[in-house]
């Protein structure tokens, strides 16, 4: 799945809302708001689809396919 900017900024509104719109203490608002903003960053991220193919490796006996994606620093293909 391609990463959508209008459903993560919806999910970010969201959070916003919630967070605000449930509490009047600011440090249980800043949490709720905080772990909402992380569950809406991992759900994209977890649905993005990656199709890379050239230059993919296995560990010498077996393993998993690991390689580093250019473009994208830090993330590898495991």
Do not use: C, H, W
Not at 8 to 17: E, G, I, R, V
Not at 22 to 50: C, F
């Amino acid at each position: 799945m391609p990463m959508d900017s209008m459903t993560l900024a919806t999910s970010l509104k969201s959070a916003f809302d919630t967070a605000f719109s449930n509490t009047t203490d600011r440090d249980a608002a800043l949490t709720v708001l905080s772990n909402n903003i992380a569950a809406a960053i991992k759900t994209m991220v977890q649905g993005a689809a990656l199709n890379y193919t050239a230059g993919l490796t296995t560990a010498s006996g077996g393993g998993p396919v690991t390689e580093v994606v250019p473009g994208i620093s830090g993330f590898t293909i495991n």
